[in-house]
């Protein structure tokens, strides 16, 4: 179904310009980088340890810094994905008007769970934070395509179109068989594919200082248990009062000493 | 009932996407008037004298924004923020793909208000329609002349750079989107510098919300003084509200600042028949629940933060009696912690704990101990971040945790209530 090897270098020569063009977009030619990863993961169906090192040679900086760049965007993919992306929002204001039932009616029609991709390599399916699009929830999106005011109708006649290759949206690009997940996880991460393992990895977050990212877990126990008084605190700089930058500048130079006294 | 079209004035009616029927309904006016015979000056005092807020949630005023870069510091950029993802708000997903050139010429207008050269568009990643729409848009307006080299002969060059993200809410933090924009993690950066000092590659920096910078375009057509004369007394002119949740009609209204929470619900054709108020977020998940005893505040910014929220990037939720509070508050601190960055513990850590005790809650094993313990953690939560995002953990769970207490008592495991 899918050819063993992906001519990679071919690829790169086609798209070589294109980066060209997308860096000279630019004071500085890093800013390319995210732009040219969608321009990879286009073509390729997902960002390969070849397109990060491509960019990295490009962009003059080190493989490392472009896949630890890479791994902070949830849309891409550093592992092959199915043909249709699923993305159904989990947002609050969907969850209001049915998105669980919706969810659940996905998991049961295609077998898999969240980040999970069929056998078939054809679906994969994840659901997401808020898409914007509240007013016509329950919504979703088909590789990037919205879809609103879902039904369990409209569900069935979509997995049915997407098998018969007759949906309306084009089924993403495909140069290596997807796994059971794209997700990547990190080794020691226990977690459901959060930024940090932090109390993720730990069996108990109520007590403190045991398994997983202790330092942390004994900062955040000593706010607590301390109930240190800040001064200070960003909500009240930031969203409470809209004062004047100049104001805000000063009052954080007068009062660095003070908020270290608290400790 | 006050909705008062002007941003959102020939949406579903005309297809405002083609340059051509935007310009017969007056587009690019104020752009072509502002190179050939405004200065750069007359722009922001327009925008200041108008009391435009920021859009985006944080209602800072956008001329004094804007009066903070440092005179005669080039280069300088403007940077339109459409990273809109707090959870309610669908406001500039609609600007942005209905109607792309007021997007385009807000932009374009702001970059001139602060004399600079090369403006940037950050778009959500999930916008790909969005995406095509504008970039279709800024193709047109270049070829129309509109933007690129010596506008209309008079020597101002301006281009703009349209900028998709991948994916992370934090990059509509406005240092978390400059890291991304420069090709980096959106990690928000440590204040000051605030971006107008330091912002891009180090220059001078201002960045706006779709909204505010679509505003300058009705601005400078109908003069500051009529965007001020609607409003109340600190909060001026109109804003697009995204309602949603349990109302008949959930949408985008633009109403003048200080429409009632009462009449806003009502535009939103009510709650479904049948069912009782309870609740409206007022700000978009960050913010906290307002009740039935504020029901005729006005929606402004002071009148939001007396009631103890904000008034946020204009998201309206509204919650009928049928609301599972305890899963709502779950649902939206699962968000943020998976939203956070990472880069600060109290957020980072703080957030995951709050999620895992609250999951607890949703299946009916939260402990007696974890009701205090929700309060405090909370609490040491905020205010100790970079950035606002670990500060908009707290607002909601402590609102309805403390108006609905009935609700997460009933969700204690059954041995621990006994005993």
């Given amino acids: ?263 | 009932m006050p909705v008062t079209k002007i941003l959102t004035a020939g949406i579903g009616e005309a297809n405002l996407r083609d340059i051509n029927v935007y310009r017969e309904r007056g587009g690019y006016k104020q752009w072509e008037r502002a190179v050939r015979e405004l200065t750069p000056n007359d722009v922001f005092e327009a925008c200041d004298k108008s009391g435009l807020r920021g859009r985006g949630g944080a209602g800072f005023p956008t001329g004094r924004k804007w009066s903070f870069l440092p005179k005669d510091v080039f280069p300088r950029y403007l940077v339109c923020n459409c990273d809109e993802a707090e959870p309610g708000t669908f406001k500039d997903h609609m600007l942005l793909e209905e109607t792309p050139h007021l997007v385009l010429e807000g932009i374009l207008l702001g970059a001139y208000g602060i004399n600079c050269h090369h403006a940037f568009i950050y778009i959500r990643g999930e916008f790909k329609r969005g995406y095509e729409i504008f970039m279709k848009a800024l193709d047109e307006a270049r070829a129309a002349g509109l933007v690129g080299k010596n506008l209309f002969d008079k020597g101002y060059d301006l281009e703009v750079t349209v900028h998709r993200g991948a994916g992370a809410y934090i990059c509509g933090e406005e240092t978390g989107l400059l890291n991304s924009l420069e090709g980096k993690r959106g990690e928000p950066r440590l204040k000051p510098p605030f971006p107008a000092i330091a912002g891009l590659y180090g220059a001078p920096t201002v960045v706006n919300n779709v909204e505010t910078l679509a505003y300058l375009v009705p601005i400078l057509e109908r003069g500051a003084d009529w965007f001020a004369a609607a409003g109340t007394e600190r909060s001026k002119g109109y804003k697009i509200v995204s309602i949603s949740g349990h109302v008949q009609k959930p949408g985008n209204y633009e109403v003048p600042v200080g429409t009632t929470i009462r009449e806003l619900i009502e535009i939103a054709g009510g709650l479904r028949p049948g069912r009782t108020f309870m609740a409206v977020q007022p700000g978009g998940g960050s913010s906290a629940c307002i009740f039935e005893e504020h029901l005729d505040y006005p929606y402004d910014y002071e009148s939001m933060a007396k009631a103890g929220s904000m008034m946020g990037s204009g998201a309206f939720t509204v919650f009928d009696d049928t609301t599972d509070f305890v899963k709502a508050a779950f649902n939206l601190i699962r968000f943020y912690t998976h939203e956070s960055c990472g880069q600060c513990t109290p957020c980072r850590e703080g957030g995951s704990w709050l999620e895992r005790v609250l999951h607890r809650f949703v299946e009916g094993r939260g402990l007696r101990s974890d009701l205090e313990m929700i309060r405090r953690v909370g609490h040491a939560i905020t205010g100790l971040n970079l950035c606002a995002l670990g500060d908009s953990i707290e607002p909601f769970l402590l609102s309805v945790f403390n108006r609905f207490p009935d609700q997460f008592e009933a969700r204690l495991l059954k041995e621990t209530v006994q005993a």
Wanted: glycine share 10%; hydrophobic share 40%.
């Fill in chain 1, 1 to 263: 179904m899918i050819e063993a090897t992906f001519d990679f270098a071919a690829l790169a020569a086609k798209l070589g310009p294109k980066c060209d063009a997308l860096i000279a977009q630019y004071e500085r030619p890093r800013s390319a980088l995210l732009p040219m990863m969608h321009l990879f993961q286009d073509e390729q169906g997902y960002v390969s340890q070849d397109a990060m090192r491509f960019a990295a040679g490009l962009l003059d900086i080190t493989p490392a810094e472009v896949e630890s760049t890479v791994s902070f965007y949830s849309l891409f993919f550093r592992k092959p994905v199915g043909k249709y992306m699923l993305q159904v929002c989990r947002g609050l204001m969907c969850e209001l008007r049915g998105a669980e039932a919706i969810m659940a009616y996905f998991r049961e029609k295609l077998g898999i769970g969240h980040l999970q991709t069929t056998g078939d390599g054809l679906f994969s399916y994840e659901e997401v934070e808020c898409l914007a699009a509240c007013d016509r929830a329950t919504c979703m999106q088909v590789n990037l395509e919205f879809v609103y005011d879902l039904t369990p109708t409209m569900i069935d006649d979509m997995i049915a179109g997407m098998r018969a290759g007759s949906y309306p949206v084009k089924p993403l690009m495909q140069s290596a068989q997807p796994g059971r997940t794209w997700s990547v996880r990190q080794d020691g991460e226990v977690g459901t594919g959060g930024k940090s393992p932090g109390t993720r990895t730990s069996s108990e977050p109520n007590n403190a200082g045991g398994v997983g990212d202790s330092s942390g877990i004994i900062m955040l126990d000593s706010f607590v248990t301390k109930d240190i008084s800040f001064t200070g605190r960003s909500r009240e700089r930031f969203v409470r009062d809209a004062r004047g930058v100049a104001e805000i500048i000063e009052e954080e130079g007068s009062q660095g000493n003070g908020a270290h006294a608290g400790h």
